[in-house]
């Protein structure tokens, strides 16, 4: 979580030239991550499946928030950090979608193609979106 609140920080401490304090802003983040990986491998009942998300999540999250900091800063090439960008993007929506593979698919009845969870939910809120919208013109 510290990563995830510290990456704008970082981005604007290397948009401003302030590389001294980014830097130190980074070696924390860094520390972070290595000290939530220790306590995730080695006691008991501490993996989530929030966790297992969210840890490479916040780490491409850093990672593409410097780049594009270094390169507005001058510092990087376009090309390399829209390499790095474009990797980093590419990587969470296979992690996504082998996510999406992994999981069971939900239970529901299905009837000639049309799921009959959808007709349930959606076509009543869909109605009532409908006569709210008619009642304010009245209003």
């Given at each position: ?25 980074f ?37 593409s ?50 799921e ?15 006569m ?7 209003i």
């Amino acid at each position: 979580m510290s990563r995830i609140v510290a990456t704008p920080w970082l981005g604007y401490l290397v948009v401003h030239d302030q590389f001294s304090l980014a830097l130190g802003v980074f070696v924390v983040a860094g520390f972070t991550d290595m000290l939530d990986g220790y306590i995730a491998r080695n006691f008991k009942n501490q993996q989530t499946v929030c966790g297992s998300f969210l840890d490479p999540l916040a780490d491409k999250f850093l990672v593409s928030v410097l780049t594009i900091s270094l390169t507005v800063a001058g510092l990087i090439p376009v090309p390399l950090t829209s390499l790095i960008v474009f990797r980093d993007l590419l990587l969470v929506i296979v992690a996504f979608y082998i996510r999406y593979l992994s999981i069971p698919p939900p239970v529901s009845l299905t009837w000639r193609y049309i799921e009959i969870d959808v007709i349930l939910i959606f076509v009543p809120c869909k109605v009532l979106i409908y006569m709210y919208n008619d009642l304010t013109l009245f209003i």
